[in-house]
């Protein structure tokens, strides 16, 4: 297996403009997690899907942030309009269940975004 | 609420030992670890199910205290490629996988 993919890898967009992050989950996986890391606030998460439905998004940080997940193989995160504070790395995580010990989250690399 | 790790960060010399400690203050149904290179998305090292149960890989174990909401990372004789930092996940009871990661402990050791 690849393994999670997302894209884009960098994203330089300027203040106001929309951003689009996209995740592959690995085959198989059923939650899906969407995590923003700062040095100041380190790795948190934002919002976590089960089975393609949302199920916790409490921490989106405020209405410009949303998240999709339309099937098993696909999800984004959007901003719009973006800010100089989103510039971060995103990461989408994936895991499968089932299993008592299955719960290893498995991580994409990362979109490093940054708004000017 | 984010568990607490110390130290924030420790500088070694390859071959030395160090300890990592995670501290939550709400009850635990597990603890996560995971180590971070620079550039580089966070690698599964562990998780640690049951209350003083301690897991290993290789030279790093972990131990967690269920009763005193506390977990240690060991990394015992240290080499090179232990260098990262390193975070803790905990995941409390009912809270469906979802976890909250410390702020994390960056592991220098050196030649």
């Known amino acids: 297996d690849a393994g999670v993919i997302q894209s884009p890898r960098h994203e330089v967009t300027e203040m106001g403009q929309e951003v689009t992050l996209r995740c592959k989950p690995i085959?198989?996986?059923?939650?899906l997690f969407w995590y923003r890391q700062t040095m100041m606030r380190g790795l948190e998460l934002l919002i976590y899907?089960?089975?393609?439905?949302?199920?916790?998004d409490s921490g989106m940080p405020e209405d410009r942030f949303s998240a999709k997940m339309p099937n098993a193989s696909f999800s984004t995160l959007k901003i719009q309009p973006s800010e100089p504070r989103d510039s971060a790395v995103y990461f989408c995580?994936?895991?499968?269940?089932?299993?008592?010990?299955?719960?290893?989250?498995?991580f994409g690399p990362g979109t490093r975004l940054t708004v000017t | 609420q984010q568990p607490v790790q110390s130290p924030q960060a420790v500088i070694l010399r390859e071959g030395e030992d160090a300890v990592i400690n995670c501290s939550s203050s709400?009850?635990?149904?597990?603890v996560h670890w995971y180590r971070q290179k620079h550039g580089e998305a966070p690698v599964f090292l562990m998780i640690?199910?049951?209350?003083?149960e301690q897991k290993g890989h290789e030279k790093i174990s972990a131990s967690f205290n269920e009763k005193k909401q506390q977990s240690s990372l060991y990394l015992t004789a240290s080499q090179l490629s232990y260098s990262g930092t390193y975070f803790c996940?905990?995941?409390?009871?009912?809270?469906?996988?979802?976890?909250?990661f410390g702020s994390g402990t960056q592991l220098t050791v050196l030649p």
């Open positions: 640690l199910l049951k209350g003083g």
């Open positions: 709400k009850a635990l149904y597990s």
């Open positions: 085959s198989g996986h059923d939650y």
């Open positions: 996940g905990t995941e409390k009871p009912g809270s469906a996988r979802q976890l909250t």
């Open positions: 899907f089960n089975n393609n439905v949302p199920i916790d």
């Open positions: 995580a994936s895991r499968a269940s089932g299993r008592d010990l299955s719960y290893e989250q498995y």
